[in-house]
């Protein structure tokens, strides 16, 4: 019994993680049909903007977090309006060269910057300290992601079903051409939602920081995990993604505890059998 | 454009010219570069080590203890200058480190091969060496089967069984009478779970568990979990350094393994590379290793005096160690060959050499080529604002037990 409820709860931890960062890319790809393959090199832009400035600057973490998710987003309102724009009409290999470009030169910037070793955030006090559940102790750093899971996964769907802005995104992806005849600012919504993902992964990234640490070759290393996320949950469904990236964080946690010589695998196997059954993901938007 | 034919006299005397001229620029430049003829005093070494990537550390540890070297030995060795040659392997990547061996030998003409941090690496280069009638000297890849693969591979660093092996008998005489043991899942942390278990069992302990981590974990909690679930008074942990290292110690730390009454049992994770992140934790942990910047002798002073000369900010760990001891060792085998390429005489020169290390007195065991050294029971303390690795025994010298069996 207590084995199980570990697993669950190691599980929903890793998960949350997941689905934080992943959010953010079903939303560009779901959503704005955007393949941005450099998502997790955002992710690491605001895990790295985060243990910089808790480190050099001397801020506490409760300020460097949401500081690093503004920075985050803002960075990516700037690519998005400088750059990303011209791809929107161009291929999907288009996009997909050009943001794995991006990766490539944002891995070798952080390398430049601040070299090869794992960037560490120093958490305060209070999320450091472990939490003693009567079963287990656990570090409180976990709670703190879970609870922020759960608030970005409310957040998330409010914005997109019941705001304005949530109506405008849903019509500019469906008919841009109509949605621009009705005076839907198309550029301000694809420009917002894009940064907004941006901001997500880098809320991710560092939260995440414990789990998957800071390095410059984090952009690529989790990638693969978070697009397998978002397949199997279904692009654009943030209810989905937020069940694959439970589902399969449970899966990966359970064979730590219980298969731990098979590595990987098991992960990949329910990837496979969840896309057999489900080719357009869990829940399709 | 006019046929070949038809050029005037003139056209045809300037292609003439030009062509002359060219092949001349190239004799020229092949006679320059051709080694043969550049001085023939340069001992060539290449160091194959990673040098970019999460790893990236244990190059520049080399780099300084290899040339920190040389620099205290008055800049030459046995009167010959030594020519460095560096290349990155990234990480554990046998099929890369092949060609960049292979590109050594064959085409940078190396006479020593240096460097070696991962099993896999050295154990693709072994035949390379062997044919090649190279000597290799190994800083780091701590597998025992390493030097069993070439003749002329000699090795300045650990095993896991000799650093075990103490540690199991120093367990079991301190009243711990179950362990559960959590190594990664590859090839040194396979030989460190095998190691203990096996000393363990004879001392009368049980291992009550054996946890294999794969290699790519990031999230140690569940095993840490899985570790207080054992019932075991204690845990033997091996993981490769870098951020698995560090990922597993915060772990145990975090979760409360320590309150719980669990002991660490650890080798290398306490390196002086990582235990300045781990903060206050880690005082306490308890680890049986070959190597303490603390150690308290006149060599270890000199040395660390060599390594902050060149750079005051230079960390002091094993790597380190391995890598000056390892020049060292070319050194010896320099002088024995009098600077000449000649792999059998070098190797020979140096079985049974003994000398004093950094680390205590230390010898080249002449069976297995591996070095036989001093292995110390160390504990983690706060000394002024610095974490230290403070000897509290020392176990004696001890081989490589995973040979001898």
Known sequence: ?285 | MPQTRDLSLRTRRRAAFSTAGLCALLLAAAFGASPALAQSASIKVGIVAPFSGPFAHYGTLFRNGAEAYVASQGGKLAGKTVEFIYRDTGGPNPGLTRTLVQELIVKDKVDYLGGFVFTPNALAAAPLAQQSQTPMVVFNAATSAITDRSEFIIRTSYTLWQVTVPLAQWASKNGIKKVVTAVTDYGPGIDGEKAFKSEFAKQGGTVVESIRMPISTTDFAPFVQRIKASGAQAVYTFLPGGPPNLGFVKAYNENGLAKAGIRFLGTAETDEYDLPKFGDAAVGLTTAFHYSAAHPSAANQKFIAALKARDANAVVNYAVVGAWDGMHVIHKMIEATGGQRDGVKAIAAVRGLQWESPRGPVRIDPKTRHIVQNVYLRQVQKRGNELVNVELQNFGPQIDWGLDK
């Open chain 1, 1 to 285: 019994m207590t084995l199980l409820l570990n697993i669950a709860l190691d599980g929903v931890a890793y998960g949350m993680v997941l689905f934080i960062i992943a959010v953010g890319m079903s939303v560009t790809l779901g959503l704005m049909r955007f393949v941005n393959l450099s998502h997790g090199a955002f992710a690491m832009c605001g895990g790295y903007a985060a243990a910089l400035m808790v480190r050099e600057a001397g801020f506490s973490f409760w300020l460097a977090l949401p500081l690093a998710v503004l920075a985050t987003g803002l960075a990516g309102a700037v690519i998005e309006a400088l750059v990303l724009r011209h791809l929107y009409r161009r291929s999907e290999l288009d996009q997909v060269l050009f943001t794995i470009g991006l990766s490539f030169v944002l891995i070798a910037s952080a390398n430049a910057l601040a070299g090869p070793q794992v960037q560490l955030i120093a958490l305060p006090p209070l999320l450091a300290q472990p939490v003693d559940l009567g079963w287990r102790t656990l570090p409180a750093q976990r709670l703190f992601v879970i609870a922020v899971g759960l608030a970005v996964a409310a957040a998330a769907a409010w914005t997109v079903a019941y705001t304005r802005f949530g109506v405008w995104l849903r019509a500019a992806v469906d008919h841009p051409d109509t949605a621009a005849t009705l005076g839907i600012p198309i550029r301000l919504v694809q420009c917002a939602s894009f940064a907004a993902g941006a901001a997500l992964a880098g809320l991710g990234g560092v939260l995440g920081a414990e789990l998957m640490p800071l390095e410059p070759y984090y952009a690529l290393k989790y990638l693969v995990l978070v697009l397998v996320v978002v397949a199997v949950g279904g692009m654009g469904s943030i209810s989905g993604s937020l069940l694959a990236a439970l589902a399969l964080g449970t899966v990966e946690t359970a064979s730590k505890y219980l298969l731990s010589g098979w590595g990987s695998l098991p992960f990949f196997l329910a990837m496979a059998l969840l896309l057999a059954w489900r080719p357009q993901g869990l829940l399709r938007r």
